[in-house]
């Protein structure tokens, strides 16, 4: 495929005007973008189904520190003009997608699959497992932050 030559932001409004109530949006990441577009076409907040984003810690700490989430903290701004828009909005925080997490449990079932890409997925589980490991032994497992906010 070839090289996107429309930016992202103009992306978000085409989508909306193409889509209406019947997109949802799932920034993964910082909102930056979806302030742009909302700055740029105030109209799609109207226009829009709604965002599901994973963002916030509201009864857990931080994953950047005791306070703050990585998603929101990389661009509080545009977070905070996002939530203050209007637009309908839901927050998926760290204290919802820690409470689902991926084991070694799990990754074994992929790899007694024996697909070369069973062996894939656990090996690269396994690794943001052992990441999890150094962060956060107590846990047991991996987050899965974008994914839940996307179910």
């Given at each position: 495929r070839s090289v996107e030559t429309e930016s992202a932001?103009?992306?978000?409004?085409?989508?909306?005007?193409?889509?209406?109530k019947d997109l949802v949006y799932v920034p993964t990441g910082p909102m930056t973008n979806i302030e742009a577009a909302?700055?740029?076409a105030p109209e799609i907040k109207d226009e829009i189904g709604r965002i599901v984003l994973m963002g916030g810690a509201l009864t857990?700490?931080?994953?950047?520190?005791?306070?703050?989430?990585?998603?929101?903290?990389?661009d509080p701004e545009a977070a905070d003009y996002l939530?203050?828009?209007?637009?309908?909005?839901?927050?998926i925080g760290l204290?919802?997608?820690l409470q689902t997490l991926l084991?070694?449990?799990e990754t074994q079932q992929w790899r007694d699959l024996g697909?070369?890409?069973?062996?894939?997925?656990?090996d690269m589980t396994d690794f943001?497992?052992?990441?999890?490991?150094?962060?956060?032994?107590?846990?047991?497992?991996?987050?899965?932050?974008?994914?839940?906010?996307?179910?």
């Open positions: 932001v103009d992306f978000i409004i085409d989508a909306v005007k193409t889509y209406g909302l700055k740029k857990v700490p931080g994953n950047c520190n005791a306070c703050m989430e990585a998603n929101i903290s990389q939530f203050r828009s209007g637009t309908p909005t839901t927050m204290d919802v997608t084991t070694y449990k697909t070369k890409a069973g062996k894939f997925l656990a943001y497992i052992k990441a999890y490991e150094t962060t956060s032994p107590h846990l047991g497992g991996c987050g899965l932050h974008d994914p839940l906010a996307v179910g």
